[in-house]
């Protein structure tokens, strides 16, 4: 693998920066309220910085050139996406930003935490271990695995705002001795080699310019014997780059998600391999013949609801659903009560989930590629 150029750290200026843009909205309820309370200037400077990757970038015209400057930026793009989408995920989705397989008659909330436990079980992780959480976003399933598996989990993340806002929730739930997050490059993490008895990772790695890259990393810090588990996003095998729909889903996904480089199935098979593991598991999860597809909460099917509360979470998912958001946030926008680019943030979300859908249905994507890796002895 060539050498990937990492970006400077500057944590100081991070800091600073969240602090104009969100102020004291970490502190408050989350979601749509959240959104409202943002500092118009920086919010501006967040959605220019973030869109200049995307914008006039069509499919059609993308380049390798265009493709290699997002991961040059790999860190900023990512940063300055969850400063503006972490409040529309709360608000649409909760607290644990993943999807999962659905079973029969299961309730949403619910079955996002059996993603969550059937990880921590396919992992083998027990009482005491010192666990790390690889892009840990807000905390929902670090908060999830504690309880479940009475482990010791470190959250590590580059967005300053989620860090606050998951240190907040765990001090809420009374988990602060169990949990800690710290602000870091996962291509790039400051601990000491042979740090951590286990390592995981949920829809959080597809971030990284290079999975060799970020899986090397993750190799460096477990300790040996150590466990690597990893739900990834991956185009599958059927994804053919020459396809003009199929590099539009890909590209609709990657814009919407804050990813600057999506690879296949094959790609990050031989990364994690390649970065030293013993693969032990792996398998496609969205290929499971399950009950309800993982992306039936995007399509907004109230068919598969799994309880009455399901009904609101997906309502909010659907054309309707979103329309209404895009609509309201634009109305809000022009009488100066929430600043601007929030309604592009949105409409991005939104082309997203669309194409995450069409790539669900087509087998072309999936957000749930596991693979259970060992660090050698």
């Given at each position: 693998m060539a050498p990937i150029a990492l970006e400077p750290e500057d944590h100081t200026r991070d800091a600073a920066f969240a602090k104009a843009l969100h102020g004291k909205s970490a502190e408050g309820r989350a979601g749509f309220m959240a959104m409202m309370g943002k500092d118009k200037d920086a919010q501006k400077a967040a959605v220019d910085e973030y869109f200049k990757h995307w914008d006039n970038k069509d499919s059609k015209s993308e380049t390798l050139e265009i493709r290699e400057a997002r991961k040059a930026e790999y860190a900023t793009l990512t940063r300055h996406y969850y400063n503006l989408a972490t409040d529309l995920y709360e608000y649409g989705w909760g607290a644990s930003f993943h999807f999962c397989r659905f079973a029969y008659g299961e309730s949403f909330h619910r079955a996002i935490a059996r993603h969550e436990h059937y990880l921590a079980h396919m992992m083998g992780l027990r009482d005491g271990m010192r666990v790390l959480d690889v892009g840990c976003g807000v905390g929902g399933p670090a908060r999830e695995i504690v309880k479940f598996a009475n482990v010791n989990?470190?959250?590590?993340?580059?967005?300053?705002?989620?860090?606050?806002?998951?240190?907040?929730?765990?001090?809420?739930?009374?988990?602060?001795?169990?949990?800690?997050?710290?602000?870091?490059?996962?291509?790039?993490?400051?601990?000491?080699?042979?740090?951590?008895?286990?390592?995981?990772?949920?829809?959080?790695?597809?971030?990284?310019?290079?999975?060799?890259?970020?899986?090397?990393?993750?190799?460096?810090?477990?300790?040996?014997?150590?466990?690597?588990?990893?739900?990834?996003?991956?185009?599958?095998?059927?994804?053919?780059?020459?396809?003009?729909?199929?590099?539009?889903?890909?590209?609709?996904?990657?814009?919407?998600?804050?990813?600057?480089?999506?690879?296949?199935?094959?790609?990050?098979?031989?990364?994690?391999?390649?970065?030293?593991?013993?693969?032990?598991?792996?398998?496609?999860?969205?290929?499971?013949?399950?009950?309800?597809?993982?992306?039936?909460?995007?399509?907004?099917?109230?068919?598969?609801?799994?309880?009455?509360?399901?009904?609101?979470?997906?309502?909010?998912?659907?054309?309707?659903?979103?329309?209404?958001?895009?609509?309201?946030?634009?109305?809000?926008?022009?009488?100066?009560?929430?600043?601007?680019?929030?309604?592009?943030?949105?409409?991005?979300?939104?082309?997203?989930?669309?194409?995450?859908?069409?790539?669900?249905?087509?087998?072309?994507?999936?957000?749930?590629?596991?693979?259970?890796?060992?660090?050698?002895?």
């Open positions: 989990v470190v959250g590590l993340n580059n967005n300053d705002y989620q860090i606050e806002r998951a240190t907040r929730y765990a001090a809420k739930e009374g988990l602060s001795n169990k949990l800690s997050f710290t602000k870091g490059d996962f291509m790039q993490m400051s601990f000491p080699p042979d740090s951590f008895d286990a390592v995981y990772a949920i829809e959080a790695t597809v971030h990284a310019p290079s999975l060799e890259g970020v899986y090397s990393q993750i190799y460096r810090v477990l300790k040996p014997g150590g466990v690597f588990g990893v739900y990834e996003w991956l185009m599958t095998d059927k994804y053919d780059n020459e396809n003009p729909e199929h590099r539009e889903i890909r590209l609709a996904i990657e814009q919407g998600d804050g990813i600057s480089n999506m690879v296949k199935i094959s790609e990050g098979l031989q990364a994690i391999k390649d970065a030293g593991f013993t693969l032990e598991i792996n398998e496609d999860l969205a290929d499971r013949p399950d009950a309800r597809p993982w992306y039936y909460p995007l399509a907004g099917d109230f068919r598969n609801c799994g309880s009455i509360g399901d009904v609101f979470t997906i309502a909010r998912m659907t054309k309707f659903g979103r329309g209404a958001l895009h609509y309201g946030v634009g109305l809000l926008e022009k009488v100066g009560v929430a600043p601007k680019g929030t309604q592009k943030t949105a409409e991005s979300l939104a082309r997203a989930a669309d194409a995450l859908v069409a790539g669900g249905e087509q087998k072309l994507f999936t957000p749930m590629y596991l693979m259970v890796a060992r660090k050698p002895l």
